[in-house]
């Protein structure tokens, strides 16, 4: 089965410096790739996401970067505000079937003031 | 983006008892939700799959004899906790995959903390 590895598990910045969170994954049919945003004691939130067919999407300070070749996807966060401080997880997954997702272990991103 | 909403948002209950957790999705139909588990500081733990008018897939290491899922309908699903025990205190969490959508989106509820007691 699938499965995703993903680095750092905490980061700190300091605010207004970017962040950038990498993850990877095993198998190759994977083609749907969402991170989530998670506060303390709330549900994830799907903050970008990116397919296989594309390289690269942006959203305002957030874009997601994918390297099928070598199997690896990374979140860039510019700008960084002490709101962005969270958990963020990536997941993989197959685009249209009744797949599962595959969770990162989750990165805790602290922005300093 | 879709919404999905979950009830209740934090339980306590005393060992031995029974808890049902509803998930639903409010503005869209779904035909898969995922009931998830989390524990403090790690990843989500996928426990079973639901999909409408059909039988749970359950993750191995599950019990589906205590973690009963139904799904009757395209908007809800719920989990109920049989007996339950500390051990079972979690962050309970589902996500809906929405039907209309041209790819594999999940949105996720905003989760239910279970306590027992």
């Known amino acids: 089965g699938e499965n995703v590895e993903q680095h750092p598990s905490t980061l700190s910045v300091q605010e207004g410096d970017s962040a950038v969170i990498k993850c990877t994954y095993s198998d190759s049919a994977s083609n749907y790739f969402p991170w989530y945003k998670q506060e303390l004691g709330k549900g994830p939130q799907l903050i970008i996401d990116i397919r296989s067919n594309v390289g690269e999407k942006k959203d305002q300070r957030i874009a997601v970067t994918l390297n099928k070749t070598a199997k690896h996807f990374s979140l860039h966060i510019t700008e960084t505000q002490p709101e962005d401080s969270a958990v963020y997880f990536c997941?993989?997954?197959?685009?249209?079937?009744?797949?599962?997702?595959?969770f990162g272990t989750g990165t805790s991103l602290t922005v300093i003031p | 983006g879709a919404v999905v909403s979950q009830h209740p948002s934090r339980v306590i209950c005393k060992s031995g008892t029974s808890v049902k957790i509803e998930c639903r999705s409010l503005?869209?139909?779904?035909?898969?939700m995922f009931w998830y588990r989390q524990f403090p500081k790690q990843s989500l733990m996928l426990m079973a799959t639901s999909n409408e008018g059909s039988k749970a897939t359950y993750e191995q290491g599950v019990e589906k004899d205590k973690f009963l899922i139904n799904h009757a309908s395209l908007t809800l699903s719920t989990l109920t906790v049989t007996s339950a025990h500390p051990e079972d205190s979690s962050f309970y969490i589902c996500?809906?995959?929405?039907?209309?959508?041209?790819?594999?989106?999940?949105?996720f509820g905003p989760g239910t903390r279970l306590t027992v007691l």
């Open positions: 997941a993989a997954s197959i685009r249209n079937t009744g797949n599962q997702f595959y």
């Open positions: 503005d869209f139909q779904a035909t898969t």
């Open positions: 996500s809906a995959r929405n039907l209309d959508g041209s790819y594999n989106e999940q949105f």
